[in-house]
């Protein structure tokens, strides 16, 4: 499986040490099956550090299905979707009394939502293989 992840430098080498707490799943190495939301993303850290560098790394993961449950204290590996401005926006007018549940529920299922996978122990880092990183331009977002 290849996975993507978008900042202002290549990251050969992920390190936990590095990660942000306020983030969707707290701290980890943010990643995503998705080409086109790692751009984004590496223009966003672009604009955010106030550099002129973004690039998105590129991964090989290597997974194997694993049976039973994990029971220790912090998960390896989460997977989930990517919380967008518009999914905060609909949880705030829910909390404001203006949405209901159902509505609110069926307002959250026309967002299309991302996958990201976050890296949350060095274990599951192990499982990553650098392959490359490139600066985006246009023509490569519809590249697979």
Known sequence: M???HGSNMA???????F??????FGAGFYTTENKVQAVDFAR?????????NQKV?????????RR???VGALPDLVIGPVANDDVFATLIVFEQGILNVEQTLEALKV???????VFKTDKALSFLR???SFEPIAEQLYDS
């Open 2 to 4: 290849t996975l993507y």
């Open 11 to 17: 990251v050969v080498r992920p390190d936990l040490n």
């Open 130 to 132: 650098y392959i490359d």
């Open 19 to 24: 990660s942000r707490k306020n983030l969707d």
């Open 44 to 52: 966003k850290v672009m604009i955010r550090k106030g550099e002129k």
């Open 57 to 65: 790394s590129v991964y090989d993961f290597v997974h194997h299905s």
């Open 111 to 117: 967002r299309e939502l991302y996958n990201q996978f």
């Open 68 to 70: 039973g449950t994990y």
